[in-house]
């Protein structure tokens, strides 16, 4: 079965940059569409960035042209790059794949 495990996460103040990993494994993996969500605090959980097998991204409004998302086949392995961060892109970021979710790791953007 597909399993996920976020890393990276941590504090960094405003301007600053973090990049998130997320470790896939299972089969299938340069097939399959690969997503970032995050949760603000008290707010519900929301699209990030999303990866297709051939590397096509899509992202959210609120992120494009500061986040990147990447991915490699070989290392089994999806990349979010964070830069320009802000307050509000604080929160908790998950790895999904259809309906398995990582456990998240958490990324706290101070002023």
């Known amino acids: 079965q597909v399993q996920l495990v976020e890393s990276g996460g941590g504090l960094v103040q405003a301007g600053g940059s973090l990049t998130l990993s997320c470790a896939f494994s299972?089969?299938?993996?340069?097939?399959?569409?690969l997503e970032w969500y995050r949760q603000p605090p008290g707010k519900q959980r929301e699209f990030v960035a999303s990866?297709?097998?051939?590397?096509?991204?899509n992202y959210a409004h609120f992120v494009k042209g500061r986040f990147t998302i990447s991915r490699d086949n070989a290392k089994n392995t999806v990349d979010l790059r964070m830069d320009s961060l802000i307050p509000d892109d604080t929160g908790v970021y998950y790895c999904?794949?259809?309906?398995?979710w990582g456990q998240g790791t958490q990324v706290t953007v101070s002023l």
């Open positions: 999904n794949n259809m309906d398995v």
């Open positions: 299972g089969r299938g993996f340069s097939r399959r569409v």
């Open positions: 990866i297709t097998g051939g590397g096509m991204p």
